[in-house]
């Protein structure tokens, strides 16, 4: 594993010194104060305007009450932020805060010996203004039975979203889109209709496996591991499953057959579907924010559906996107965890979770999500929080090799989906391996 570390290391070294150099933004009281104390606080949030006017706002909010805190925030956007966060943990450079995903937190925490972060456990117990079992995600902060993070910002589920005027049209009832077959017949209608279906990510953003796998392969049998459940081993790797391979030939049918149109970045499936060029979009709740804040009129001819549930050889099966939160952890080199504590805590409060809500994302704190106040306020994403009930909600593997496995995935994901299109069965083999190799190495 230090081999790993190192290996690590150096790939990311121009990535870190990047991120140490580009401090976006610090927040501090003006007077000065013998007592003030500075934490950093990493993120890949800040660079998007939506969450980086609420952050503004909370920050500008928490300095009123705590003047001797000053929070200092920095990170790239999100496909330089993750490989320069290994890298800082592997050499000791961290922040004292970071805001991440459940995704990251073995693979980070396994960086350093003894776990790159601190225990939790004691600062929630003595909490009186958060309670784990009131933030969604919470249970997904755990190692070896520790809190070694808070879920105290805001989560999303995937959904589809459509343009009302191009369903109508072409004579969709969106309430008939049930199935992935639905959708993909949906989408045939649309493109007859000179329309594209929807718009997909195929390059080294993670949206390339996770549009694909998490949503129609996972619910059938698990994607990296058989139905995705521990203990996780290279015995178990399930990547290269009949499944699938078959439900990869339907994505690349998508592709040939000009269903759907690919992008390298998610910002090109948004333009789609803004510019009224494509009917669907799968996103999360923040697109509605997005949306509004794009155009109005957009917004108002924009409507929402769960996602599809997977047929699969005779068989439903319920749809199972990522429900994945933002969560942040203190450092386990943090000079000053009493004060990062006193931030991470406050931003899971009634009032920072009322100014997050503004992100368009959904608040961690059930106590906040599921008042009158925030359903009335807003009506898109509660009716999201509905679709969650028709859900099976299955986080990603918390293993700590999980950061290479996405990675393997992924570059086979740009084989299958790429201009090549390549034979699923070869690339999934390989991939299975090198998988397999990966997971040895760290058991």
Known sequence: MKKRCMSMLLAGTLLAATMAGNVVTSFADETSSDDQVTIKLATSLYV??????????????????????N???YGTGWDGFWQGITTEIASGSEGDILQITPSELNSYYA???????????????????????DLVGQEECQIDGKNVALANYAYGSSAIFYRKSILEECGID?????????????????TEKGYVGMGIVVGTHTFTWTEWGSNFVRPITGLYFEDEKGPYSADTINVNSQAAIDMASWWQSLISEGLVK??????????????????????????IGMTQAESQDVFDD?????MPAVSYNGETYKASPINYPYIMTISSNC???DEAWTFIEWMASEEAQEIIAECGMVPCSKAYSGTDTYLAAYPMQAQMMGFEKDYVLTPNPTTPAFSELEQELNEGCQRMFGENLEDPKTVLDEVADQMKSTMADWE
Request: hydrophobic share 40%; glycine share 6%; no cysteine.
């Open 48 to 69: 998007e305007a939506n969450h980086q006017a609420v952050f503004d706002k909370l920050l500008e909010k928490f300095n009123e009450e705590h003047p001797n805190i």
């Open 71 to 73: 929070v200092e925030i």
């Open 111 to 133: 960086l350093r010996d003894g776990g790159a972060f601190l225990s939790l456990d004691d600062y929630i117990s003595n909490s009186d203004v958060v309670t784990a079992d």
């Open 174 to 190: 969106p309430a008939s889109i049930v199935t992935q077959e639905d959708l993909t017949n949906a989408m045939r209608t649309v």
């Open 262 to 287: 690919a992008g390298t970045d998610k910002s090109d499936a948004r333009e789609l579907f803004w510019n009224g060029q494509a009917a669907f979009d799968r996103d999360g709740p923040w697109f």
């Open 302 to 306: 924009m409507g929402v559906i769960a």
């Open 335 to 337: 000079e000053h965890p």
